[in-house]
């Protein structure tokens, strides 16, 4: 109705969880009451599109708002001037009803005029108060300008020499007859040349300038603005001139003031001057402390009257967007609605009535309706971070399967296989940790952005933390070093002679004092007996630490793990894409689309991860020399060579053969199947004039839904004929579109399970790049401060340590982490999302109060 909060959708399903189109009707005089309720949960919708946003019924309360708005801003702006704090109130005040509203509209508006003429007349005295003290500034520096003889007479000469006297000797002047003028006041600092030579190309030497610069800096009274000065006195001869001087100094914007002729003139000034700058002190003083006072009296309410008028502002928006009935007096509106909230709603309307006291109660009616319902997911704190990651690639379509919750778990391991690290994922989980308990500090939630994204994905921070710790127990790996917990499985003393009969010595290569004194390098033969006695227990072994082809062995056992990984989680997103085909009611794509996608992952790359696996199961550490190359097996697998091949089992070939052909067979019906199945209904359609029904329309957007609209009903066998299907007709299909679309899909995807699966080597990769990075760091830092003796190492230790924490930190958890981050998201968008989830979908964002912000930087932007 008048406004709205929470969220949800519409339109009904099959399973009775989705979302109803509601219309409301209500009289206007129970409009008013309802505001201050707070409506219910819904998604409006404009009624009155082609009216004028000037003619609608409420744009007379939206100005008064926008007024109210203004004021406002304009407190908020002087009690910001003044150093005054503002409350942030924690209660939200409700929108006030039309009484309180214009009492409000008067308080403010008489503030208003009361503040900008207080504020104006201090202003006022503060600019005469900085007049006065550059006046003063002027006659104590210009003081020492011109020497002033008023009782000099001449006694025996009329016209003394010049080179005796000063040519701005006052008296010399009079004694030469010359009208002379002066002119005294301020410039700028940056002005004096300019103004100097343009005195002297105007006047053509007629002027005498003298300046000298001030001590201190003074603050301009018509900007405000702290500079420095120079203060200057022109003697000129003649009116013509000094018409042109007071010219000049107008366009320089100098600050000219009277210029003293005696002495005792001077004097009086000077104290004048004194006399009224204390005065303007003290009226100055008495006004801030007047003005302050109101400032802190307005301060205390105006945070309740931002919050309320921006609810009426939203409120009064929001009824202008409904139609207005003339003939009953009434407002309707319609609203998408989650069926979970309808009582709600239905509750909310009479709560409204019965507090307005309205004769005729509002009502509420359920629609039909064809158009496509906003999408509504509901979330809390813990899965709002895994769902906005969704949404930034697309909000998804209505009832489409959420990969959010699979996000869940599938992106913290992803993050945590490029990142896998004990230490590292420890230190991030402490880190997450300690904002999750903190997570309702108000520092936290209103911190600096960056600060705040982490504190906004605090959840995902602390699974990627807790599945990087798990990883990091598989690959052994704690800051590059590995963990001996439960002991090796490697036994170095099984190389040697003694440890063997003599007639086991002769088929063995083992080792003797000579073989290990002249060997850099030794090499472990797991064939001999007693050298390898059995796996670790949980993850990499120890041992591999110190060996020098570790490289080598961590190389092939991420890869291949990374190739696993990926094809399992390609092939889930195409079964997630089964269930969107049967909630949708589009069993066809299952057979003509899901199937040959599945066949064609499955025989290709499932055979591989079939062939890692019997491999590793197959042979063991002592028949690991003729084990056969995986890589050779699978490029077999499509050339077909002519030379017999051991292969890895018995009829390695012929079952192959048989998945090439399985696949081959697979790609024309991805190309032409589904084109070809919606010819042949689209065809039917119009041969036996027969429709299909069962058939839920949720969007009108595309030739398959075209086809479907005026086809058999195949899955059902009803051939009842809905009322939406009879406006479709036959020029409606485009069969050459369809089949561009299928063949871009078919080829897009055919081609992107190699290039897929190809991706998903990033993870073996990042891996390789944080355990190298690790291993450097340490080397550089920790391996160098531990080697140094006891008499320094002490001192030393501590200044590595800290580098090393600070390294540690800055490169390896916030650009590796950042790095691995932003490579899960890749592979979740592009890899695993696009196999099923197109993200089309409108997102449902309905009217709340809550979404009003309650910051005073953005209220008054």
Same mark, same amino acid.
């Given at each position: 109705m008048d406004s709205v909060s929470e969220e949800g959708t519409s339109e009904p399903g099959p399973e009775g969880a989705g979302l109803e189109k509601v219309w409301e009707q209500g009289v206007l005089g129970r409009r008013r009451a309802q505001q201050v309720q707070g409506p219910p949960p819904g998604k409006r919708k404009k009624l009155n599109q082609n009216v004028s946003s000037f003619q609608r019924k409420f744009v007379g309360?939206?100005?008064?708002?926008?007024?109210?708005?203004?004021?406002?801003?304009?407190?908020v702006q002087e009690i910001t001037r003044a150093d005054i704090p503002l409350p942030e109130g924690d209660a939200s005040p409700p929108a006030p009803p039309l009484k309180q509203v214009l009492e409000m509209q008067e308080q403010l508006q008489k503030l208003e005029v009361e503040l900008r003429e207080v504020t104006k007349n201090k202003e006022k005295l503060r600019k005469n108060l900085l007049e006065?003290?550059?006046?003063?500034?002027?006659?104590?520096?210009?003081?020492?300008?011109?020497?002033?003889?008023?009782?000099?007479?001449?006694t025996y000469e009329e016209f003394p020499a010049l080179e005796n006297d000063s040519l701005l000797d006052y008296s010399s002047m009079q004694r030469l007859g010359a009208k002379l003028g002066f002119v005294?006041?301020?410039?700028?600092q940056g002005k004096v040349e300019a103004f100097e030579k343009m005195l002297w190309r105007v006047c053509k030497?007629?002027?005498?300038?003298?300046?000298?610069?001030?001590?201190?800096?003074l603050e301009d009274p018509e900007t405000g603005e702290v500079i420095k000065w120079y203060v200057f006195l022109i003697s000129f001869w003649g009116e013509q001139i000094g018409y042109k001087v007071k010219k000049i100094c107008d366009c320089y914007h100098c600050h000219i003031y009277p210029y003293p002729n005696t002495a005792e003139e001077r004097r009086e000034i000077q104290e004048g001057l004194n006399t009224r700058i204390q005065d303007l002190y003290t009226v100055l003083h008495k006004t801030e402390d007047y003005l302050r006072q109101v400032l802190c009296k307005a301060a205390e309410s105006v945070y309740s009257r931002v919050i309320q008028v921006k609810k009426m502002k939203a409120i009064y928006h929001m009824l202008n967007m409904c139609s207005f009935d003339v003939t009953n007096k009434c407002l309707i509106a319609e609203v998408w609605c989650p069926e979970a909230d309808l009582h709600a709603l239905r509750c909310a309307?009479?709560?409204?009535?019965?507090?307005?006291?309205?004769?005729?109660?509002?009502?509420?009616?359920?629609?039909?309706?064809?158009?496509?319902?906003?999408?509504?997911?509901?979330?809390?704190?813990?899965?709002?971070?895994?769902?906005?990651?969704?949404?930034?690639?697309?909000?998804?379509?209505?009832?489409?399967?959420?990969?959010?919750?699979?996000?869940?778990?599938?992106?913290?391991?992803?993050?945590?296989?490029?990142?896998?690290?004990?230490?590292?994922?420890?230190?991030?989980?402490?880190f997450a940790l300690l904002l999750v308990l903190n997570e309702n500090h108000p520092r936290l939630s209103q911190s600096q952005e960056i600060m705040r994204m982490f504190f906004n994905g605090r959840y995902i921070l602390l699974l990627m933390g807790l599945f990087s710790v798990y990883t990091g127990l598989i690959y052994n790996d704690c800051f590059s070093k590995s963990v001996n917990l439960f002991g090796s499985g490697w036994n170095v003393s099984a190389m040697y002679g003694a440890a063997h009969a003599p007639s086991e010595r002769k088929k063995m290569v083992l080792w003797n004092d000579s073989v290990v004194r002249h060997n850099r390098v030794l090499q472990l033969d797991p064939s001999i007996p007693g050298v390898?006695?059995?796996?670790?227990?949980?993850?990499?072994?120890?041992?591999?630490?110190?060996?020098?082809?570790?490289?080598?062995?961590?190389?092939?056992?991420?890869?291949?793990?990374?190739?696993?990984?990926?094809?399992?989680?390609?092939?889930?997103?195409?079964?997630?894409?089964?269930?969107?085909?049967?909630?949708?009611?589009?069993?066809?794509?299952?057979?003509?689309?899901?199937?040959?996608?599945?066949?064609?992952?499955?025989?290709?790359?499932?055979?591989?991860?079939?062939?890692?696996?019997?491999?590793?199961?197959?042979?063991?550490?002592?028949?690991?020399?003729?084990?056969?190359?995986?890589?050779?097996?699978?490029?077999?697998?499509? &050339?077909?060579?002519?030379?017999?091949?051991?292969?890895?089992?018995?009829?390695?070939?012929?079952?192959?053969?048989?998945?090439?052909v399985v696949t081959a067979l697979s790609v024309p019906v991805l190309f032409l199947g589904k084109p070809?199945?919606?010819?042949?209904?689209?065809?039917?359609?119009?041969?036996?004039?027969?429709?299909?029904?069962?058939?839920?329309?949720?969007?009108?957007?595309?030739?398959?839904?075209?086809?479907?609209?005026?086809?058999?009903?195949?899955?059902?066998?009803?051939?009842q004929m809905e009322d939406g299907c009879r406006e479709v007709t036959c020029e409606e299909f485009n069969f050459g579109e369809i089949l561009m679309t299928q063949v871009i899909h078919s080829i897009e995807y055919c081609l992107g399970c190699i290039s897929n699966t190809a991706s998903y080597l990033r993870l073996w990769a990042l891996s390789l790049a944080h355990a190298q990075l690790s291993d450097v760091l340490w080397a550089m830092l920790m391996r160098v401060g531990l080697r140094v003796d006891t008499t320094y190492g002490v001192l030393l230790l501590l200044p590595v340590i800290a580098l090393?924490?600070? &390294?540690?930190?800055?490169? &390896?958890?916030?650009?590796?982490?950042?790095?691995?981050?932003?490579?899960?998201?890749?592979?979740?968008?592009?890899?695993?999302?696009?196999?099923?989830?197109?993200?089309?979908g409108t997102k449902f964002v309905p009217f709340s109060f809550r979404l009003l912000s309650s910051k005073f930087s953005d209220d008054m932007a």
């Amino acid at each position: 109705m008048d406004s709205v909060s929470e969220e949800g959708t519409s339109e009904p399903g099959p399973e009775g969880a989705g979302l109803e189109k509601v219309w409301e009707q209500g009289v206007l005089g129970r409009r008013r009451a309802q505001q201050v309720q707070g409506p219910p949960p819904g998604k409006r919708k404009k009624l009155n599109q082609n009216v004028s946003s000037f003619q609608r019924k409420f744009v007379g309360e939206v100005k008064r708002c926008e007024e109210l708005e203004r004021i406002l801003a304009y407190l908020v702006q002087e009690i910001t001037r003044a150093d005054i704090p503002l409350p942030e109130g924690d209660a939200s005040p409700p929108a006030p009803p039309l009484k309180q509203v214009l009492e409000m509209q008067e308080q403010l508006q008489k503030l208003e005029v009361e503040l900008r003429e207080v504020t104006k007349n201090k202003e006022k005295l503060r600019k005469n108060l900085l007049e006065l003290i550059e006046y003063t500034h002027m006659l104590r520096v210009t003081r020492t300008f011109v020497k002033r003889n008023v009782e000099f007479e001449p006694t025996y000469e009329e016209f003394p020499a010049l080179e005796n006297d000063s040519l701005l000797d006052y008296s010399s002047m009079q004694r030469l007859g010359a009208k002379l003028g002066f002119v005294s006041g301020l410039i700028s600092q940056g002005k004096v040349e300019a103004f100097e030579k343009m005195l002297w190309r105007v006047c053509k030497g007629y002027t005498i300038l003298t300046y000298a610069e001030l001590d201190e800096p003074l603050e301009d009274p018509e900007t405000g603005e702290v500079i420095k000065w120079y203060v200057f006195l022109i003697s000129f001869w003649g009116e013509q001139i000094g018409y042109k001087v007071k010219k000049i100094c107008d366009c320089y914007h100098c600050h000219i003031y009277p210029y003293p002729n005696t002495a005792e003139e001077r004097r009086e000034i000077q104290e004048g001057l004194n006399t009224r700058i204390q005065d303007l002190y003290t009226v100055l003083h008495k006004t801030e402390d007047y003005l302050r006072q109101v400032l802190c009296k307005a301060a205390e309410s105006v945070y309740s009257r931002v919050i309320q008028v921006k609810k009426m502002k939203a409120i009064y928006h929001m009824l202008n967007m409904c139609s207005f009935d003339v003939t009953n007096k009434c407002l309707i509106a319609e609203v998408w609605c989650p069926e979970a909230d309808l009582h709600a709603l239905r509750c909310a309307l009479e709560e409204g009535s019965r507090e307005s006291g309205a004769t005729i109660p509002s009502f509420m009616n359920i629609i039909p309706t064809k158009e496509t319902p906003p999408t509504l997911i509901r979330t809390n704190k813990f899965t709002e971070g895994f769902q906005n990651i969704v949404d930034a690639y697309g909000v998804g379509s209505y009832r489409e399967v959420n990969p959010a919750l699979f996000t869940i778990v599938t992106f913290p391991f992803l993050f945590a296989v490029m990142f896998g690290d004990f230490g590292h994922g420890f230190v991030m989980f402490l880190f997450a940790l300690l904002l999750v308990l903190n997570e309702n500090h108000p520092r936290l939630s209103q911190s600096q952005e960056i600060m705040r994204m982490f504190f906004n994905g605090r959840y995902i921070l602390l699974l990627m933390g807790l599945f990087s710790v798990y990883t990091g127990l598989i690959y052994n790996d704690c800051f590059s070093k590995s963990v001996n917990l439960f002991g090796s499985g490697w036994n170095v003393s099984a190389m040697y002679g003694a440890a063997h009969a003599p007639s086991e010595r002769k088929k063995m290569v083992l080792w003797n004092d000579s073989v290990v004194r002249h060997n850099r390098v030794l090499q472990l033969d797991p064939s001999i007996p007693g050298v390898f006695r059995g796996p670790y227990p949980l993850g990499i072994d120890p041992i591999w630490n110190l060996a020098t082809n570790r490289l080598t062995f961590l190389n092939s056992f991420k890869m291949k793990m990374s190739v696993i990984l990926g094809i399992i989680h390609m092939t889930f997103g195409v079964i997630l894409g089964i269930f969107n085909h049967l909630h949708f009611r589009k069993k066809f794509n299952i057979y003509l689309v899901s199937i040959p996608e599945l066949l064609f992952m499955l025989c290709i790359f499932g055979h591989l991860i079939f062939m890692i696996v019997y491999k590793w199961l197959l042979y063991s550490a002592e028949t690991s020399r003729v084990a056969p190359s995986i890589l050779i097996e699978f490029i077999n697998m499509f &050339l077909f060579p002519t030379s017999e091949t051991n292969g890895l089992y018995p009829g390695q070939e012929h079952v192959q053969r048989l998945l090439l052909v399985v696949t081959a067979l697979s790609v024309p019906v991805l190309f032409l199947g589904k084109p070809l199945f919606l010819l042949w209904l689209h065809n039917g359609r119009s041969c036996f004039g027969v429709s299909r029904s069962g058939y839920t329309l949720v969007r009108k957007d595309s030739e398959e839904e075209v086809s479907l609209l005026g086809s058999q009903d195949i899955e059902e066998g009803n051939h009842q004929m809905e009322d939406g299907c009879r406006e479709v007709t036959c020029e409606e299909f485009n069969f050459g579109e369809i089949l561009m679309t299928q063949v871009i899909h078919s080829i897009e995807y055919c081609l992107g399970c190699i290039s897929n699966t190809a991706s998903y080597l990033r993870l073996w990769a990042l891996s390789l790049a944080h355990a190298q990075l690790s291993d450097v760091l340490w080397a550089m830092l920790m391996r160098v401060g531990l080697r140094v003796d006891t008499t320094y190492g002490v001192l030393l230790l501590l200044p590595v340590i800290a580098l090393f924490a600070v &390294l540690t930190i800055f490169i &390896l958890l916030i650009m590796e982490g950042l790095s691995a981050f932003l490579h899960a998201i890749r592979l979740h968008w592009v890899e695993f999302q696009n196999k099923f989830y197109v993200g089309a979908g409108t997102k449902f964002v309905p009217f709340s109060f809550r979404l009003l912000s309650s910051k005073f930087s953005d209220d008054m932007a």
